[in-house]
C-alpha cells in the first residue's frame, strides 16, 4: 500500500499564507462592524427595558405580584430545565424588573410568598 501527502516537508503550499492574511483581515473588520452598532443597541435595550418598567408601573398591585410570581416560576422552570446559563440570565431581566416594581410600589415580601 502506498500512502500519499507530504514526508518530511513543513513547508505551506504555495498560497496559503494569503489565504490565512485574508481570512484575518476579514475577521478584523467584521469585529470592527460589530463593535460599531454595539452602542446603538446598548441605547435600544435600555431603551426597551425602560418601556417594560413603565407598563410594569401601570400595572395594579396583585398584577405586580402576579407578574413576580408568573416570571420567578418561568426562571426556575428552565433553571430546572437545565436550560444554558445565557438564557437563564435573559430569563432573569423580566424578575428583577417585576421585583424592583414590586419593592419601590412597597409591597413587602411576604405578601410576595403568600
Not at 25 to 40: F, H, K, N, T
Not at 66 to 76: D, L, N
Amino acid at each position: 500500500m502506498t500512502k500519499t501527502g507530504s514526508h518530511g516537508t513543513d513547508q505551506a503550499e504555495p498560497g496559503t499564507e494569503d489565504a490565512g492574511d485574508d481570512a484575518a483581515a476579514s475577521l478584523m473588520e467584521r469585529g470592527r462592524a460589530v463593535a460599531d452598532q454595539l452602542p446603538e443597541a446598548v441605547d435600544s435595550a435600555r431603551g426597551m427595558i425602560e418601556a417594560a418598567q413603565g407598563q410594569i408601573d401601570d400595572l395594579s398591585d396583585q398584577g405586580v405580584i402576579a407578574a413576580v410570581a408568573f416570571s420567578a416560576g418561568v426562571t426556575v422552570g428552565l433553571f430546572l430545565a437545565g436550560a444554558p446559563r445565557l438564557i437563564l440570565a435573559l430569563a432573569l431581566l423580566p424578575t428583577a424588573i417585576t421585583v424592583r416594581s414590586a419593592v419601590q410600589r412597597g409591597v413587602r415580601p411576604s405578601r410576595l410568598v403568600n
